[in-house]
């Protein structure tokens, strides 16, 4: 099983111990440019859980190309003392440790003071909005010499190797782009930057592997390729996406309903006789092993699969159950919001030298667990996987709380899926009593003594105070629970926070509803982050959904709803409609923990009982809260 997953593979000098690769991500666990004591040990938990080799992340090799405040400075002579913390913690384990070496040219997502932005020509980019010079010769000369300098500093600290970025849109991509390099000397063929960097790399650091990353569903893509391949590049990386639209920057990270192996539809035109390395939502090993053995690649970055998961290369094949990637990009949200890495469904990604391991349990406890939505999940699993003995209580017939509550809506459906088949396989395989379909009480809960209890009730709709006649009138959540009917006119008052009126708008609008999305906020989806919210809005806008920003809910009255502009309040608008459809935030469901204290059981809350919020702080939260249940005297 696993035998070519698990095989070494040859890239120029180095040889990997398997083929399983964390390709180049930006962990936000960087500062003033260089590597953290938290970096080096996010590398060297996946290193040690067997990853066959790690691609450091994109690395600027010149002022004008860091991308946020946080990009590591591949120029900086300190680097090489950071990049030897990161070697010394992960090639003991015997992974190759290669960095990308890069240049953003028009993307830059930090914010001021920035430094000016250069590209081939002046061309605005849409999605950072960034107003770039064209760079100068010198420019130019300047940053081959960056590449150059930034290679020999990862060869003088110990790396295996180094990778050119030419994919995602950024410098060198810009360069083979007929729509940005407008220019009309010697760099106006994109090959003259691309062949330029090769060749500076290869000779400042000849003993290093080198490769080079490119867009597989980038039409400069092949030819990009081929002129690596030209240069006799070891490897190539295939990717997807493109970080100057908000759709191509999705694409980067393909969340459900994008289906698994999303990358393998692409790789095929980039077979040029070096080894293929691709990666995009492959996530189990099982179809990681197909796709090589079927010679369609020679390795594959399994990297969001590795953020949920740095074991996963040791546990294939053993049994051992995988922390599965649900694909809720939350590990990119934290990345644009610049703040460090973090994953869903391990609460330890991110905070190796923070948060241990749970420690087996003993003496074993007794521990009730009220909620079987992701807090209660979470609490469950950590407490039963070290030995608790541990029983869920859920009022539902079914687990996963909010995150299973519309098996229809496209947006979310899928990664609740994928949530809930997660947390059902590891109760089973620790042994929890689960038990659906129960009304919790106080007496219920004392029946069972318990030594803890963990209260993750969750939450409820808001119902907001205000005239509400003569239109019919429904919660987001219930239209999830699948009261959709079809027909009608129908008015989704969001607030714009969670996603459940986005996704109560477009199950409505696939039941053939007339439906206006009338938001409170200044964009759709304000609060949800953009790696989801672009693909709602293709989505709704595809469905034929009508978007009202800036309107908040005043009331419903004679078949008419009325809302008011958020700026101008005095400004109203009167929508005829059969049906108002309510998503005006959640309330916390937190009267069984007050009972239970004042019963005297030792009590923790977790999740939305505490205050409505994400999926993340819900697992975290579930986590911590299992800890300090089944810790004391
Ligand atoms: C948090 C995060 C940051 C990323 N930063 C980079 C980067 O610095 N350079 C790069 O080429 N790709 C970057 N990517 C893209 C990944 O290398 C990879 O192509 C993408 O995650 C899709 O693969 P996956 O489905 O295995 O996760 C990043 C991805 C994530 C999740």
């Known amino acids: 099983m696993f035998s070519n997953l698990l095989s070494s593979l040859r890239l120029g000098p180095v040889e990997i111990p398997n083929r399983i690769v964390s390709t180049a991500h930006q962990t936000t666990l960087v500062h003033e440019h260089l590597p953290t004591d938290e970096f080096v040990a996010y590398h060297e938990a996946r290193a040690s859980g067997g990853v066959g080799l790690i691609v450091l992340e994109a690395t600027a090799v010149d002022e004008s190309g860091l991308l946020t405040s946080h990009t590591l400075g591949g120029y900086l002579p300190e680097i090489v003392d950071g990049y030897r913390r990161v070697a010394s913690a992960v090639q003991p384990h015997g992974t190759r440790l290669f960095v990308q070496i890069f240049h953003g040219g028009r993307e830059q997502i930090a914010s001021a003071p920035r430094p000016a932005a250069l590209a081939p020509s002046p061309v605005p980019s849409p999605r950072f909005r960034t107003e770039p010079r064209a760079a100068r010769p010198a420019d130019l000369e300047r940053i081959v010499v960056g590449y150059a300098r930034a290679a020999s500093l990862a060869a003088e600290a110990g790396l295996d190797g180094v990778e050119v970025s030419a994919a995602h849109r950024y410098l060198i991509e810009q360069f083979f782009d007929p729509s940005l390099n407008l220019r009309t000397d010697e760099w106006a063929d994109g090959r003259t930057l691309l062949t330029a960097v090769l060749r500076a790399v290869r000779e400042a650091a000849p003993q290093l592997c080198l490769g080079v990353r490119v867009s597989g569903d980038s039409k400069r893509g092949p030819e990009i390729a081929e002129a690596a391949v030209a240069e006799r590049v070891d490897y190539l990386s ?23 192996d999303a990358v393998a539809a692409h790789v095929e035109r980039f077979r040029l006789g070096v080894p293929v390395i691709a990666t995009s939502r492959i996530v189990d090993p099982e179809s990681a092993e197909r796709l090589i053995t079927g010679g369609l690649v020679d390795a594959v970055g399994m990297t969001r699969a590795l953020i949920a998961d740095p074991e996963l290369p040791a546990k294939a094949g ?12 939350t590990c990119i949200a934290h990345y644009n919001a610049g703040t460090g890495i973090a994953c869903a469904v391990n609460p330890r990604t991110g905070r190796e030298l923070t948060l241990p391991s749970s420690q087996p349990g003993t003496p074993a406890r007794r521990v009730v667990v009220v909620g079987g939505g992701p807090a209660g999940l979470a609490a469950a699993t950590d407490a039963a996987e070290v030995g608790h003995a541990v029983t869920l209580l859920e009022r539902a017939d079914r687990l996963g709380g909010q995150m299973a509550l519309s098996r229809a809506a496209p947006g979310t459906a899928e990664v609740g899926r994928q949530l809930v088949a997660l947390y059902e396989g590891r109760l089973a395989d620790a042994e929890v009593e689960v038990r659906l379909g129960v009304e919790v009480d106080l007496g219920f809960v004392l029946a069972l003594a318990p030594d803890a209890v963990v209260v993750a009730t969750g939450a409820r709709p808001y119902v907001p105070d205000r005239p509400l006649d003569g239109v019919e009138v429904t919660q987001s959540w219930d239209v999830l629970s699948g009261r959709t009917p079809s027909g009608l006119r129908v008015v989704v008052a969001d607030w714009g926070g969670d996603p459940s009126g986005l996704d109560a708008a477009e199950v409505l609008a696939l039941a053939r509803n007339d439906v206006t999305l009338a938001v409170a906020s200044v964009s759709v989806g304000e609060a949800v982050h953009q790696y989801r919210r672009n693909l709602y809005l293709q989505r709704l806008y595809r469905a034929g959904v009508h978007v009202l920003q800036h309107h908040a809910l005043a009331g419903a009255v004679d078949g008419h709803v009325e809302l008011e502009n958020v700026f101008a309040r005095e400004l ?3 929508l005829p409609a059969d049906l108002l459809i309510l998503a005006q935030g959640r309330i ?14 030792r009590v923790e809350e977790a999740g939305d009982c505490l205050s409505p919020r994400s999926l993340e702080e819900a697992v975290l939260e579930g986590t911590l809260a299992a800890r300090r249940a089944c810790a004391f005297a």
Request: hydrophobic share 35%; proline share 10%; aromatic share 2%.
């Open 238 to 260: 295939v990717a997807l996406g493109d970080s100057s639209t908000y759709l191509g920057s999705v694409g980067i990270v393909p969340p459900p309903p994008v289906e698994d």
């Open 318 to 329: 053993t049994g051992r159950r995988i922390l599965r990637c649900i694909g809720c990009n």
């Open 572 to 574: 109203r608008l009167r």
């Open 588 to 601: 916390p469901d937190d009267a069984l923990a007050r009972q239970l204290v004042e019963a005297g059981l």
